[in-house]
């Protein structure tokens, strides 16, 4: 097999973040290769300088022998290069032939030539299998017939090299398999496929070889038949497993005996997204969620805190079954979610710091009854200095804060309302070390006053360093809890992986 | 507050159309000053300035209640339809005998009312665009209001009405007086309740007001029901200025003499923070200019001229960069 895709020491910034740095990159012909990575690894990057989006900083990228240097997605096509994105960029209320052929229609004459549209479409479908009416409308099709069209429609230009960005997130396990066998069929036809995905049973079911990156950097480049699941989970976290089984836990209170149930789920789940989650976090105790990118942490927290609405299962707040169909419902019942997207979930950017911080509690007190001025600045006042917030004055807009600061309001905000339980999803991302550090100070504090923290990470140490107890979802499901001396580093990388402790999966 | 602070606060922005009134009452009295002289006739104040005020009532009426839809990151499009077939409505109840001037006036604010929650229900509930959702009412207010009058002007006597119109109290134009009642109200109700916060948080972050508990659909209704209504009493004060009800005129581009009254006022089109005393000022801008366009003689069809050159100037002197550009200057000055 011969490479078809070559890239040698390819680099991309952006201004203040180097996104991709001396990366190797290889595909072969007739070969379906997966590319891993936690957020901010630069797949999308990679994916993005590779497709004419992004020109590289450095480097050379070579397709078929020459060398190539797209300038625009179009070209990145003309030249064979083809992606399917996640969200499915086609356009709904167009038929499938008009879709797959859209922007290269065959002419007549000047006109489009109508007859020759349908024969293209129908030949680019029948080489996939797909038996759907080129003259349907698109929207009136299943999502996994639609990622089908996009699929056809990529390979309709002639392309050698096939990009697959998490295709099988919106499709139910028969269509994957469906869509597995195409793939592999297309492999045999000598396409070469890049498979970018977050579900590690797929890429050991479909992928010949992995290629791993990690914080803008290639960790390696590896054959799936000959790497242990432990050691590409260990890879994407940047872990050697050796550091994980030494790392030393700090000393904790051990909870009261028995303490209440503060919050608690049962089989808790919703189509499309997580299923069976089982939890019961008492007060005083700090549990984990722990998980790699796409396991359905940030989906768990949703549905406990009535984001999204629960189709299976049931929550219980405080031993009483709740019904959470909005926020508003969780809050009143005293919990709280402080959310890992902060810019567009958490802070009202042009707002004060003051009315970032009572936002909450006023929203649970109703309109009617307003905090009165004073005692809004007495609050904001107090967590300015409870938790060390640096501001110039609680009347400056929060956006004007730094992301650390920012994130100490938030928490300010529902430490305001006096919840039960608060879930913390990725408290520390994007903040700086010093900041960090005064948050997990923080909720050990909160947690040794009684407060019941469900913390969510997407780093071992993390939840390690800070958690009680640690849950483990794995692809949408819990895959296990880890409790005392399984509470490490290895151990949670094996619930992560989905292998056993002794041995092979 | 230092005068130096509130030059950089977001109240500072109400300075402008405040600045742009001034620039034209002054025009006026360098080049016809009998427009600025105030007789008191019988206890009346009469005068170019209370006309501007008792005219402007009805602009300032729609841009309060387009206010509070604007900071919430909408827009409401039928605020003129509204006017129509409230005050329609109106005319009809007076003109036929069947009500009182309460009567009438429970007849427009109900009209106002129902438009408003149609446009609450479309836009808060059912998740469509407000442009699109307002947008509906627009078109099929006008003929709504007609079918209401059958397509005829409704003229009408009625003494109660008139004086809703034209009458004086405190010797001032029971218009413009109203109008100070209700936004003295309007600001109580927002800024002594959480009402105002909540508005702000919804404009500003939805998503973020609605993970902090705050039932944003809610807030964005009673928004669009509240700027309903004021753009139905603005109907009533219509027909009642001019004793009948023009089913094709009655508010005539008043959508977008409110939007303008809102944003010089200081309020962003993209929601959030809202100054309810600067779209009373920008209202009263517009007005002004409208006199000024009467009083110098400039004929009507050139007028809109003059009147754009003005809206553009005090539109750029907001906008950011320039705003920046002028501080800049100002320190330069002072230092």
Same mark, same amino acid.
């Given at each position: 097999m011969?490479?078809?895709? =070559?890239?040698?020491?390819?680099?991309?910034?952006?201004?203040?973040?180097?996104?991709?740095?001396?990366?190797?990159?290889?595909?072969?012909?007739?070969?379906?290769?997966?590319? *891993?990575?936690?957020n901010?690894?630069?797949?999308?990057?990679?994916?993005?300088?590779?497709?004419g989006?992004?020109?590289?900083?450095?480097?050379?990228?070579?397709? #078929?022998?020459?060398?190539?240097?797209?300038?625009?997605?179009?070209?990145?096509?003309?030249?064979g290069?083809?992606?399917?994105?996640?969200?499915? +960029?086609?356009?709904?209320?167009?038929?499938?032939?008009?879709?797959?052929?859209?922007?290269?229609?065959?002419?007549?004459? %000047?006109?489009?030539?109508?007859?020759?549209?349908?024969?293209r479409?129908?030949?680019?479908?029948?080489?996939?299998?797909?038996?759907?009416?080129?003259?349907?409308?698109?929207g009136?099709?299943?999502?996994?017939?639609?990622?089908?069209?996009a699929?056809?429609?990529?390979?309709?230009?002639?392309?050698?090299?096939?990009?697959?960005?998490?295709?099988?997130?919106?499709?139910?396990?028969r269509?994957? %398999?469906?869509?597995? &066998?195409?793939?592999?069929?297309?492999r045999?036809?000598?396409?070469?496929?890049?498979?970018?995905?977050?579900?590690?049973?797929?890429?050991?079911?479909?992928?010949?070889?992995i290629?791993?990156?990690? +914080?803008?950097?290639?960790?390696?480049?590896?054959?799936?038949?000959?790497?242990?699941?432990?050691?590409?989970?260990?890879?994407?976290? %940047?872990?050697?497993? &050796?550091?994980?089984?030494?790392?030393?836990?700090?000393?904790?209170?051990?909870?009261?005996?028995?303490? +209440?149930?503060?919050? #608690?789920?049962?089989?808790?789940?919703?189509?499309?997204?997580?299923?069976?989650?089982?939890?019961?976090?008492?007060?005083?105790?700090v549990?984990?969620?722990?998980?790699?990118?796409?396991?359905?942490?940030?989906?768990?927290?949703?549905?406990?805190?009535?984001?999204?609405?629960?189709?299976?299962?049931?929550?219980?707040?405080?031993g009483?079954?709740?019904?959470?169909?909005?926020?508003?419902?969780?809050?009143?019942?005293?919990?709280?979610?402080?959310?890992?997207?902060?810019?567009?979930?958490?802070?009202?950017?042009?707002?004060?710091?003051?009315?970032?911080?009572?936002?909450?509690?006023?929203g649970?007190?109703?309109? #009617?009854?307003?905090?009165?001025?004073?005692?809004?600045?007495?609050?904001?006042?107090h967590?300015?200095?409870?938790?060390?917030?640096?501001?110039?004055?609680?009347?400056?807009?929060?956006?004007?804060?730094?992301?650390?600061?920012?994130?100490?309001?938030?928490?300010?905000?529902?430490?305001?309302?006096?919840?039960?339980?608060?879930?913390?999803?990725?408290?520390?991302?994007?903040?700086?070390?010093?900041?960090?550090?005064?948050?997990?100070? *923080?909720?050990?504090?909160?947690?040794?006053?009684?407060?019941?923290?469900?913390?969510?990470?997407? =780093?071992?140490? =993390?939840?390690?360093?800070?958690?009680?107890?640690?849950?483990?979802?794995? =692809?949408?499901?819990?895959? &296990?809890e880890?409790?005392?001396?399984?509470?490490?580093g290895?151990?949670?990388?094996?619930?992560?992986?989905g292998?056993?402790? %002794?041995?092979?999966? | 507050?230092?005068?130096?602070?509130?030059?950089?606060?977001?109240?500072?922005?109400?300075?402008?159309?405040?600045?742009?009134?001034?620039?034209?009452?002054v025009?006026n009295?360098c080049?016809?000053?009998?427009?600025?002289?105030?007789?008191?006739?019988?206890?009346?104040?009469?005068?170019?300035p209370?006309?501007?005020?008792?005219?402007?009532?009805?602009?300032?009426?729609?841009?309060?209640?387009?206010?509070?839809?604007?900071?919430?990151?909408?827009?409401? !499009?039928?605020?003129?339809?509204?006017?129509?077939?409230?005050?329609?409505?109106?005319?009809?109840?007076?003109?036929?005998?069947?009500?009182?001037?309460?009567?009438?006036?429970?007849?427009?604010l109900?009209?106002?009312?129902?438009g408003?929650?149609l446009?609450?229900? !479309?836009?808060?509930?059912?998740?469509?665009?407000?442009?699109v959702?307002?947008?509906?009412?627009?078109?099929?207010?006008?003929?709504?209001?007609?079918?209401? $009058?059958?397509?005829?002007?409704?003229?009408?006597?009625?003494?109660?009405?008139e004086?809703?119109?034209t009458?004086?109290?405190?010797?001032?134009?029971?218009?413009?007086?109203?109008?100070?009642?209700?936004?003295?109200?309007t600001?109580?109700?927002?800024? /002594?309740?959480?009402?105002?916060?909540?508005?702000?948080a919804?404009?500003?972050?939805?998503?973020?007001?609605?993970?902090?508990?705050?039932?944003?659909?809610?807030?964005k209704?009673?928004?669009?029901?509240?700027?309903?209504?004021?753009?139905?009493?603005?109907?009533?004060?219509?027909?009642?200025?001019?004793?009948?009800a023009?089913?094709?005129?009655?508010?005539?581009?008043?959508?977008?003499?409110?939007?303008?009254?809102?944003?010089?006022?200081? $309020?962003?089109?993209?929601?959030?923070?809202?100054?309810?005393?600067?779209?009373?000022?920008?209202?009263?801008?517009?007005?002004?200019?409208?006199?000024?366009?009467?009083?110098?003689?400039?004929?009507?069809?050139?007028a809109?001229v003059?009147?754009?050159l003005?809206?553009?100037?005090?539109?750029?002197?907001q906008?950011?960069?320039? /705003?920046?550009?002028?501080?800049?200057?100002?320190q330069?000055?002072?230092?």
């Amino acid at each position: 097999m011969s490479a078809l895709l =070559e890239i040698r020491g390819l680099g991309k910034s952006f201004p203040g973040v180097v996104a991709l740095e001396g990366v190797d990159f290889t595909v072969r012909a007739g070969e379906i290769h997966a590319l *891993l990575g936690e957020n901010g690894a630069g797949k999308s990057t990679l994916i993005k300088v590779l497709t004419g989006v992004y020109p590289p900083d450095r480097g050379e990228m070579h397709l #078929a022998g020459a060398r190539i240097q797209a300038a625009a997605p179009q070209e990145a096509e003309r030249l064979g290069i083809s992606t399917v994105y996640q969200e499915i +960029n086609l356009i709904r209320s167009m038929t499938v032939a008009e879709n797959i052929t859209l922007g290269r229609q065959p002419r007549r004459f %000047g006109l489009i030539d109508w007859r020759a549209v349908r024969r293209r479409a129908r030949e680019a479908l029948d080489r996939l299998e797909i038996d759907c009416p080129v003259d349907a409308e698109l929207g009136t099709l299943s999502v996994a017939v639609q990622q089908m069209v996009a699929i056809a429609r990529a390979l309709d230009c002639r392309a050698q090299l096939l990009i697959l960005d998490e295709p099988t997130a919106s499709l139910d396990e028969r269509e994957v %398999g469906e869509l597995f &066998g195409r793939l592999r069929r297309l492999r045999g036809e000598g396409l070469g496929i890049v498979f970018v995905t977050h579900f590690l049973d797929q890429v050991y079911a479909l992928t010949d070889r992995i290629t791993v990156l990690r +914080n803008g950097r290639l960790v390696g480049d590896y054959a799936t038949a000959t790497l242990p699941r432990l050691d590409l989970v260990a890879n994407m976290l %940047g872990r050697s497993i &050796g550091a994980a089984e030494a790392e030393a836990r700090p000393e904790q209170t051990p909870p009261p005996a028995r303490p +209440n149930v503060v919050l #608690a789920a049962r089989g808790l789940g919703r189509r499309g997204s997580v299923s069976g989650i089982n939890l019961a976090l008492r007060a005083g105790e700090v549990a984990g969620l722990a998980g790699l990118l796409g396991s359905g942490r940030t989906e768990t927290a949703r549905l406990l805190f009535g984001i999204d609405r629960a189709d299976q299962g049931e929550v219980e707040v405080g031993g009483q079954r709740a019904v959470l169909t909005h926020p508003r419902a969780a809050v009143r019942l005293g919990l709280a979610f402080c959310s890992e997207n902060r810019k567009d979930e958490g802070i009202l950017p042009n707002l004060s710091v003051r009315e970032n911080l009572i936002l909450a509690l006023q929203g649970k007190r109703g309109v #009617a009854r307003p905090l009165a001025r004073a005692a809004q600045e007495a609050l904001a006042d107090h967590y300015i200095k409870a938790l060390r917030i640096k501001t110039p004055g609680a009347e400056v807009p929060i956006r004007n804060l730094s992301g650390g600061n920012q994130q100490k309001v938030l928490l300010a905000r529902w430490l305001a309302t006096q919840p039960q339980a608060i879930i913390l999803d990725e408290p520390t991302r994007g903040i700086d070390i010093g900041a960090k550090q005064e948050i997990e100070e *923080l909720i050990a504090r909160l947690r040794d006053d009684g407060l019941a923290v469900l913390f969510i990470s997407s =780093e071992i140490e =993390e939840i390690v360093r800070n958690c009680g107890r640690a849950v483990v979802l794995r =692809e949408r499901r819990p895959a &296990g809890e880890a409790v005392g001396v399984d509470l490490n580093g290895r151990h949670l990388m094996h619930l992560m992986a989905g292998t056993n402790e %002794g041995g092979q999966p | 507050m230092s005068g130096r602070k509130f030059l950089h606060s977001d109240g500072a922005l109400v300075l402008w159309p405040v600045a742009g009134i001034a620039v034209l009452l002054v025009l006026n009295l360098c080049l016809s000053p009998h427009f600025l002289v105030l007789t008191l006739q019988s206890g009346h104040l009469y005068g170019g300035p209370v006309d501007i005020l008792s005219e402007g009532s009805r602009s300032c009426l729609v841009a309060l209640g387009m206010t509070l839809v604007i900071a919430t990151g909408g827009v409401d !499009l039928s605020v003129g339809s509204v006017m129509a077939m409230a005050g329609g409505a109106a005319a009809l109840a007076i003109a036929q005998g069947h009500a009182s001037l309460a009567g009438a006036m429970a007849c427009a604010l109900g009209v106002g009312l129902a438009g408003g929650a149609l446009n609450g229900l !479309l836009v808060a509930y059912a998740g469509i665009q407000p442009i699109v959702a307002t947008l509906v009412l627009m078109v099929a207010g006008r003929g709504i209001s007609q079918l209401i $009058t059958g397509g005829q002007v409704i003229a009408f006597q009625n003494a109660g009405a008139e004086y809703l119109g034209t009458g004086f109290i405190f010797g001032l134009p029971f218009s413009a007086v109203l109008v100070v009642g209700l936004y003295a109200l309007t600001q109580i109700g927002l800024r /002594r309740t959480a009402a105002g916060l909540f508005v702000e948080a919804v404009g500003d972050n939805e998503t973020a007001s609605r993970f902090a508990g705050l039932s944003a659909a809610r807030v964005k209704f009673l928004a669009y029901v509240f700027c309903g209504a004021c753009a139905g009493l603005a109907g009533l004060l219509e027909v009642a200025n001019i004793r009948s009800a023009d089913p094709y005129r009655a508010g005539e581009n008043m959508e977008l003499n409110a939007i303008f009254a809102v944003v010089v006022g200081g $309020t962003a089109l993209s929601g959030g923070r809202f100054l309810l005393f600067g779209s009373l000022a920008g209202a009263l801008l517009l007005q002004t200019l409208t006199a000024t366009m009467y009083n110098l003689g400039v004929p009507p069809a050139i007028a809109p001229v003059p009147k754009a050159l003005v809206i553009v100037a005090v539109c750029v002197a907001q906008a950011g960069p320039i /705003r920046r550009w002028l501080s800049r200057c100002l320190q330069r000055r002072a230092a």
